[in-house]
């Protein structure tokens, strides 16, 4: 924590100094959104490379006047909290003045640039993020409080810890971890028991693109267990970007990459080839969007698919048939397909990518 008030003190000496000099003061953070200050490392994900092209948020430029006076507004704030060891979600510091911040986007967005101008974790800044993941399956810790969690005998799911990096005492005999993309999809399996019926697992779900609680809860289970990582997504542009979420990381958080990512997680399914393999029918077939198309082909660009020959060969499957289909499309196969078929099968004989 000495660290964090000592790199705020920096950057309002900085303030001052500039002040005092007659100058107008400046905070430099870097282009967090420019895919040419990211670099593609196989182990790591995508990171942020050290001598990255930066912007400047000026007092003396009107445009960027009121994002500068937010940034100092935030950086009390934090202060304030480290110093006396209290925490807040991101939703606190909107409520706290929701007329000068005008959204909770822009509060999201200033505690991201704060984190990686200041080269420290959100987590450390004091800041908790609302958690909407949930974790099922053969595990239990203790959360910061001293709180025991056992999610093995809990019929219904639990919600990611809000901090998990201060989780400690974890116990698991699973013998792999399952990333579902979708709630419903994680809710069917769960009723299905699937967690217990083939062998010892855990489930994670993010509900969609993961937060970053979920995300940091997949790579310290992966950090503490060693265990194999699968994930679950729909076949089509969404489930794949939400997967190389968790497996490389996002342009936006590359400056933490490495608490982030998990390059070690496998494509079990719903693979574009398994409806061809399995003769779904067209008629349960989603055509593509315009947007579909745009996405799959900004995905077919990224560094890390050139070194995915198996996932390359899958996009461009997905790409000359544009259809997409969302993991239900199993039931009409049969009602409980997915858990008493399709994946016990992909597990058994190795059907991941």
């Known amino acids: 924590s000495s660290e964090v008030l000592e790199a705020i003190e920096n950057v309002i000496q900085d303030v001052l100094k500039s002040l005092a000099q007659k100058k107008a003061p400046v905070l430099t953070l870097a282009n967090r959104s420019d895919w040419r200050n990211i670099e593609f490392k196989d182990s790591v994900g995508l990171q942020m490379i050290p001598c990255c092209t930066t912007k400047q948020i000026r007092i003396d430029c009107p445009r960027s006047a009121p994002k500068f006076a937010l940034m100092l507004r935030i950086l009390s704030m934090i202060y304030k909290m480290v110093q006396s060891n209290t925490y807040a979600t991101k ?14 986007s822009v509060v999201d967005n200033i505690i991201n640039d704060i984190s990686c101008m200041l080269k420290i974790p959100r987590r450390s800044l004091h800041i908790l993020s609302t958690t909407k993941g949930f974790v099922a399956g053969n595990l239990s810790y203790t959360e910061e409080d001293g709180t025991k969690v056992n ?6 799911a639990v919600t990611v810890p809000s901090n998990v990096q201060g989780i400690k005492n974890l116990i ?3 013998k792999f971890m399952l990333i579902v993309e979708k709630d419903a999809t994680f809710q069917r399996l769960l009723d299905d028991d699937f967690c217990n019926k083939l062998s010892p ?4 779900t993010g509900r969609g693109v993961p ?12 950090d503490t267990f060693q265990i194999p990582i699968f994930t679950l997504m729909d076949a089509d542009p969404h489930g794949v970007e939400i997967m190389c979420i968790y497996k490389y990381g996002s342009v936006s958080m590359s400056f933490e990459a490495h608490h982030l990512t998990v390059p070690s997680i496998k494509w079990l399914g719903l693979l574009p080839s398994d409806l061809e393999r399995l003769n779904i029918r ?10 579909d198309q745009k996405k799959l082909a900004s995905i077919q660009k990224r560094p890390y698919i050139a070194c995915q020959p198996m996932w390359k060969k899958e996009l ?3 790409a000359a048939s544009k259809l997409k289909a969302e993991i239900q499309v199993l039931t009409s196969l049969s009602s409980d397909y997915l858990s008493r078929v399709y994946l016990p099968n992909k597990l058994q004989f190795g059907g991941w990518l």
């Open 91 to 104: 939703r606190d510091i909107y409520y706290s003045d929701t007329l000068l911040f005008g959204s909770q």
């Open 151 to 156: 999610c093995t005998c809990s019929a219904t």
């Open 172 to 174: 698991s005999h699973a």
């Open 201 to 204: 697992c855990i489930m994670i």
């Open 211 to 222: 937060d970053l609680n979920t995300r940091l809860l997949v790579r310290k289970l992966w």
């Open 282 to 291: 067209k008629d349960v077939l989603i055509p593509f969007t315009k947007q």
């Open 316 to 318: 461009e499957i997905m």
